[in-house]
């Protein structure tokens, strides 16, 4: 009786496995773009896909923005190989999530994934995630202007988290943020010295290039940050 029981344990732990190898396997869907997302600061970083069973939303480092934007523009058919988005680099959106949550109204959620190939249906032209690896990091190039405040961007909890000039985004620290945000209201004009970055493959959904301040100038007075 002891062999077959440990013919049967064995068989189990083998299909045990495979199943589980099966399950972390990329899948290949197929649909439409719809559009694009982008993080706390503008950075397009998700696809938005509609399939034969609805809305998908398809999360990319912001570093391969330009090339996927390039790629698979808002219309066009594309084919794509997903894997589950375990470790939060989606970065949901309010409305969005993991397959199993719901909605305030009850409603399913739109599932998200992790992008890791993406191919054009019509050219045939492949992308894969992997051969695009983050930038090493850089500082940018130092910059002194000076702007007209045409706005400000909030996370999903009303925090400040950039400024908004003609010329630049400016990325605020959460530090920096409650250093200068009581010092806003009524400003039209400042001035800023900071880090432009200049790396290549971001796409910002404002247009402007995104600036890491060092210091700003608020009514002629000066603020290190």
């Known amino acids: 009786m002891r062999k077959p029981l440990l013919y049967f344990f064995l068989l189990m732990s083998l299909w045990s496995g495979l199943t589980s190898t099966s399950a972390q396997s990329p899948a290949t869907i197929s649909g439409r773009v719809l559009g694009y997302l982008s993080n706390r600061i503008g950075d397009y970083d998700g696809l938005r896909l509609r399939t034969g069973t609805g809305e998908v939303h398809l999360f990319f480092p912001p570093h391969t923005a330009a090339k996927i934007r390039r790629l698979a523009a808002v219309g066009q058919l594309v084919v794509v190989d997903i894997e ?3 470790d939060g680099t989606g970065h949901p959106r309010p409305g969005s999530g993991q397959t199993s949550e719901t909605t305030a109204t009850g409603q399913p ?22 051969d695009l690896p983050p930038p ?25 988290v950039a ?37 290549d493959g971001f796409v910002n959904r404002t ?13 002629g007075q000066t603020f290190a940050l």
């Open 84 to 86: 589950p988005d375990r």
């Open 109 to 130: 959620a739109i599932p998200t994934y992790r992008l890791s190939q993406l191919r054009n249906a019509g050219s045939g032209v492949v992308f894969q995630i992997a």
């Open 136 to 160: 090493p990091p850089q500082s940018g190039r130092m910059v002194q202007t000076e702007g007209r405040l045409v706005g400000d961007m909030h996370d999903e909890r009303g925090h400040l």
């Open 163 to 199: 400024l908004l000039t003609d010329k630049y985004l400016v990325e605020l620290k959460p530090h920096q943020a409650d250093q200068i945000s009581s010092l806003l209201a009524g400003v039209q004009w400042v001035g800023v010295a900071g880090y432009e970055r200049t790396t």
């Open 207 to 219: 247009g402007l290039p995104l600036l890491h301040p060092t210091a700003l100038t608020i009514r």
